[in-house]
């Protein structure tokens, strides 16, 4: 069997090892994946004795994706501008490779959605790693604007910085952000974990064609039903796709070979995985 695993800690309710040992079940491929709990002190060393041991490739989840990135001898393009790694490999040099693949994981979901984000008004909600890691594939795929709240404006405004080679980001807290036409909008916030709602208007998702919160889980997140008791016509999405979408791209990473990410959805979606 080949050997992979995701970091974490918590990791105890992680799904990854269920999306990943679909993706080898349709694919007939031999992979065996464990969820391994990292101290939280004990990341490098936890990395280390995995791949000592035969592991070929492993996930990073929170807390330690930062750390992963400071761990890594290469990094691709998007892990560099999301200065955060969610996919490590070991090279046959024997040079340890990090990937993000968490944005690939957002803008797959939507397209496949049918969700269009060139030439759109993108409203960004958050500004911590999980906007950062976002920012460049939704750059690429040449929206009109993009424009970035978060509570803490001043991080918003770092950000914004560091993205300013690509695109000017208008910034503004919750209670500045003008009312537009914002196409497509995306909250990367951690409230709907928390269970409260950012503090947005209705006005602000009015005009949208598509709202999609990254979390996700089994009931519908809070954010998710504010959003369709103000908007009826928008595609509204949770962060599942997002989740196995940066899982298959992953998998991509390790084994060049990229897994059928929609059926893998439905099951989800279905409580079949
Ligand atoms: P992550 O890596 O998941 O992005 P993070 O770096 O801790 O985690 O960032 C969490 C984001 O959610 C931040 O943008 C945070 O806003 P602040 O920068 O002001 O802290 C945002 N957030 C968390 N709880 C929120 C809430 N109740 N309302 C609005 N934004 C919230």
Known sequence: MDKYAVFGNPIKHSKSPAIHHKFAELLNEPVHYEAILAPLDGFSAAVNDFFVSGGLGANVTMPFKE???????????RAQSAGAVNTLKKLKSGELYGDNTDGAGLVNDLLNNNITLKGQHILLMGAGGAARGVLLPLIEQQPASITLVNRTKNKAQQLAELFS????????????????????????????????????????????????????????????AWAKSHNKNAVMLDGIGMLIGQAAEAYNVWRDTFPPVEQVIRLAKDKAL
């Open 67 to 77: 750390q992963a990135f400071e761990l890594c001898d290469q990094l691709s393009d």
């Open 165 to 224: 080679q690509y695109i000017d980001i208008a910034v503004y807290d919750f209670h500045e952000l003008p009312i537009a036409n914002y196409d497509v909008v995306i909250n990367s916030t951690s409230s709907s974990i928390e269970g409260v709602l950012p503090n947005i208007t209705a006005e602000h998702i009015q005009s949208a064609s598509a709202v999609y919160d990254m979390v996700y889980s089994d009931k519908e997140t809070i954010f998710i």
